[in-house]
C-alpha cells in the first residue's frame, strides 16, 4: 500500500532569513530516516514548515543487517560478551575479512515495522534536531528547544493522525489559519493531505511561496509603478507574509534634498519598502509596502506606513544636518574611542596600520587619504542611527566637504564587494582601500587566534578573504609585499578562498591546483596561466611524465644531488637539458607545454633513469630533480589529472 504523509509544525512568527535553511535541514532530517518515499515537497510560511511526501509504505519489510564485533584476536571472554549482547552463541558468529584485519560479526534479521510506529517514534526528535542559527526554551529551562514556541501540529499518514507529542503538543489534524484573517477565529482547521493547501487558502494562508511571489509582483504591477529592482527584500517579503498584497504610498517631497542612498536604506533597512523610480530613473517620492492582509479599503494602513516614515526621515534629516558641523577629518580623533576589537585596540589603531599597508600597496595621495578617513564616519550620529549606512555615509559627507572625487569615491566603495554577486570598488584608490583594510582585518585576526572553524566565523573573515581575492584578481592587483608567506595558516585560509573563486569561473580544481603551486600572490597572472594551461596542447602528456617524474624521485628519496653536464648522453637526455636552461621564466605557458611534453616524452622512451653506473643513475635524477624545480615556476604539472 502506498500511502501520503503530511507534516505540519506550526510556530510563532520564524524570522524570514532562516526559513530556507530550517526546510533544508527538515527534508534531509526526514531523508535519514530511511523510509522509502517517491517525492518529497517542503514549504514554509513565516508560521509554519511543512513537508509533504508521497509513496511510503504502510510496512518496511523484513531485512538483514551485518553486526561487526571484536577483532578475532580477542580474548574468548570479549567474543561470548558479544554473542551475548546479541543474544546468541559464540559459535553462531561468522569471520569477516575486512581491510582492517578480521572481525567477528553477525547476520541479524531485522524484523519489518509498521511506518506510522516509525513515524511516531521518530518525529519528536527530528523536529528538535531542525537546524536553526540559535533556539529558545518555551516551557521552561531544561525543556526542549526550537527557534519559536510550537503551537500546533499536524502529522497524517494517509487518512490517519501520527500518534505523538512534544512539549505537551499533541499531533492531530487541526493546522491555523492567517492570524487575523482565519474564518475561524478559534484559529483550528481541521485537515486532511488531500484539502491540505485548500482549506489553508480559504483562511488566507498561500501556503507555497512561489505563489506568494507572484502575488506580490501581480500586486506590484498593478500600482503601475516602476520599483527600484531590490530581489532580496522580494525574497524576505516573501517569508515574511501568509497573504501578501502589496500598498502604494508617498512621502513628502522635501525629503528628496536628502542622499538617495540614505532615503533607501530608511526605506529598505527599517521599513522593508520598495523605492520607487520616476521616469527618469531617480527617486520617487512613493514607496511600496507588502501587508500582511487582504485589503486596506480605507487607506488606514497605507497612512500608518506613511506616517512612521515621515518619522525616520525626520529622523535620518535631522542626523544629517547635526553631522555636516563637524568634518571627517577632525573626527580622526574620535575613532581612538571606538573599539574594533577588544584585544586589537581602537579604530584609530586599525586606520593607521590600514594607511600603512596603503602604502605598501603602491598607493597614491588619493588613497592614502581615503584610507585615512575611511572609518570616521562611524561616531557621526547618521551611521549609529543606520548602522548599514557605513562607508556610504563617509563618502557621502566626504564629497560634501569637498574631498576630491578619487577620495570620497574610495571612502564610499571600501567596504565592497559584500558578496559574490556584489561589484568591486569602482577606482584604483578604492580597490587599494578595501584590500588593505580587509588584509589588515584578516591578519590581525589570525594573530591572536580568531580563526573560523565549522560555521563559526563572528567577524565574517571568509567574506572578508573572499573580498581580497575579487579585488586582487578583478583589480588586476598584485599584493605580494603585503600577502603571507606559504605554509602559514592564513596563507593557506586565502588559498581555499582562491580555489573557491576559479572554481566558481569555471576552472576545474586540478587546474587551479597545479597553477596556485607556482604561487599565486598575483592573480591575474594566475588566472592568465590557468586561461593559457586550458588552452595548451600535449597538456595531458606533460602532466603523465611529471607524475612519473615524482614517483621516481619519490621511490629513489632522492631530494638533491651534484649534476655534471659531462654524464649526459647526447640525444634525447642533453636535449631535455639544453630546453631546460633555454626556457625563460616569461615565456608564454603554452609555448613550453608544447615544447616541453615531447622532449620529456621521448626522454623517458630513450633514456633509463634507473641506469646500473651509480653515477650516471644519480646524474639523471638530479636532472629530473632539478627539471621539476625549474618548472615548478610555470605550473606543478603533476597535479593535472589525467586519463591514464
Not at 513515524?119 to 534536531?129: D, M, N, T, V, Y
Not at 578619487?406 to 554577486?421: C, F, L
Not at 622512451?605 to 641506469?611: K, Q, R
Request: charged share 30%.
Amino acid at each position: 500500500m502506498s500511502l501520503p504523509f503530511l507534516l505540519e509544525i506550526g510556530v510563532e512568527e520564524i524570522p524570514d532569513w532562516m526559513i530556507p535553511g530550517a526546510l533544508d535541514s527538515l527534508g534531509s532530517l526526514f531523508a535519514g530516516l530511511n523510509i522509502p518515499a517517491e517525492k518529497i515537497k517542503l514549504d514554509a510560511t513565516p508560521r509554519r514548515l511543512v513537508l509533504r511526501a508521497q509513496g511510503l509504505p504502510d510496512r518496511l519489510p523484513d531485512s538483514e543487517e551485518r553486526v561487526t564485533g571484536p577483532a578475532r584476536s580477542v580474548p574468548a571472554k570479549a567474543v561470548e560478551g558479544f554473542a551475548r549482547k546479541l543474544g546468541v552463541r559464540p559459535e553462531d558468529l561468522a569471520i569477516e575479512s575486512t581491510a582492517k584485519g578480521e572481525y567477528y560479526s553477525y547476520l541479524r534479521k531485522v524484523e519489518g515495522r509498521k511506518v506510522v510506529d516509525i513515524l511516531a517514534e521518530s518525529l519528536p526528535g527530528l523536529i528538535l534536531k531542525i537546524t536553526f542559527p540559535k533556539t529558545m526554551y518555551w516551557t521552561g529551562k531544561g525543556g526542549p528547544r526550537f527557534i519559536r514556541p510550537i503551537r500546533w501540529i499536524v502529522a497524517l499518514l494517509g487518512g490517519a493522525v501520527v500518534p505523538f507529542e512534544l512539549a505537551g503538543v499533541r499531533s492531530g489534524n487541526e493546522s491555523s489559519g492567517h492570524r487575523r484573517l482565519s474564518r475561524d477565529r478559534q484559529g483550528a482547521v481541521p485537515v486532511t493531505i488531500e484539502n491540505y493547501e485548500q482549506r489553508l487558502r480559504e483562511n488566507f494562508v498561500i501556503l507555497s511561496a512561489a505563489q506568494r511571489r507572484r502575488k506580490i509582483e501581480d500586486g506590484i504591477a498593478a500600482l503601475s509603478v516602476k520599483l527600484k529592482p531590490d530581489p532580496s527584500l522580494l525574497e524576505t517579503l516573501v517569508y515574511l507574509t501568509e497573504y501578501p498584497t502589496p500598498i502604494l504610498g508617498e512621502f513628502d517631497p522635501q525629503f528628496l534634498a536628502l542622499p538617495e542612498e540614505v532615503l533607501i536604506t530608511v526605506m529598505r533597512h527599517h521599513q522593508k519598502y520598495f523605492s520607487v523610480e520616476d521616469a527618469s530613473g531617480r527617486l520617487a517620492p512613493r514607496f511600496v509596502a507588502v501587508m500582511n492582509t487582504d485589503a486596506d479599503p480605507e487607506g488606514l494602513v497605507r497612512r500608518g506606513n506613511e506616517r512612521v516614515l515621515r518619522a525616520r526621515f525626520n529622523d535620518a534629516r535631522f542626523f544629517w544636518q547635526a553631522d555636516q558641523r563637524k568634518k571627517l577629518a577632525d573626527r580622526l580623533e574620535d575613532l581612538a574611542h571606538v573599539t574594533f576589537q577588544a584585544k586589537l585596540g581602537s579604530y584609530l589603531d586599525k586606520t593607521n596600520r590600514v594607511v600603512e599597508l596603503v602604502k605598501e600597496l603602491g598607493g597614491d595621495d588619493a588613497a592614502q587619504r581615503a584610507a585615512l578617513l575611511a572609518k570616521c564616519d562611524l561616531p557621526t550620529e547618521l551611521v549609529k542611527e543606520f548602522t548599514e549606512l557605513q562607508g556610504v555615509v563617509g563618502g557621502l559627507y566626504a564629497r560634501a566637504q569637498g574631498e576630491p572625487e578619487a577620495v570620497w569615491q574610495a571612502i564610499y566603495d571600501h567596504y565592497k564587494p559584500e558578496s559574490m554577486e556584489d561589484s568591486i570598488p569602482r577606482n584604483r584608490a578604492g580597490q587599494l582601500v578595501s584590500l588593505a583594510d580587509k588584509l589588515d582585518t584578516l591578519r590581525e585576526c589570525f594573530r591572536i587566534g580568531m580563526i573560523p572553524t565549522g560555521s563559526r566565523d563572528p567577524f565574517a573573515l571568509r567574506r572578508a578573504a573572499q573580498g581580497v581575492v575579487r579585488i586582487m584578481a578583478e583589480g588586476r592587483i598584485s599584493a605580494a609585499a603585503v600577502l603571507p608567506p606559504n605554509g602559514e595558516p592564513l596563507a593557506n585560509f586565502l588559498k581555499d578562498r582562491i580555489r573557491f573563486y576559479f572554481g566558481e569561473r569555471g576552472f576545474r580544481y586540478d587546474e587551479i591546483n597545479a597553477i596556485l603551486a607556482a604561487g599565486w600572490d598575483d592573480l591575474p597572472d594566475v588566472e592568465d596561466r590557468l586561461r593559457r594551461l586550458r588552452a595548451s596542447p600535449n597538456v595531458e602528456q606533460l602532466a603523465s611524465s611529471f607524475k612519473r617524474i615524482k614517483n621516481i624521485l619519490r621511490q629513489a628519496d632522492f631530494q638533491d644531488g651534484p649534476f655534471s653536464k659531462d654524464l649526459l648522453e647526447p640525444g634525447p637526455e642533453s636535449e631535455l637539458y639544453d630546453y631546460m636552461f633555454r626556457v625563460a621564466v616569461g615565456q608564454p605557458i603554452e609555448t613550453i607545454i608544447g615544447e616541453l611534453a615531447p622532449r620529456l616524452h621521448r626522454f623517458f622512451e630513450v633514456v633509463l633513469v634507473n641506469a646500473p653506473q651509480d653515477d650516471i643513475r644519480a646524474n639523471r635524477l638530479a636532472l629530473l630533480a632539478a627539471l621539476q624545480r625549474r618548472f615548478i615556476l610555470f605550473a606543478d604539472f603533476s597535479e593535472i589529472v589525467t586519463n591514464s
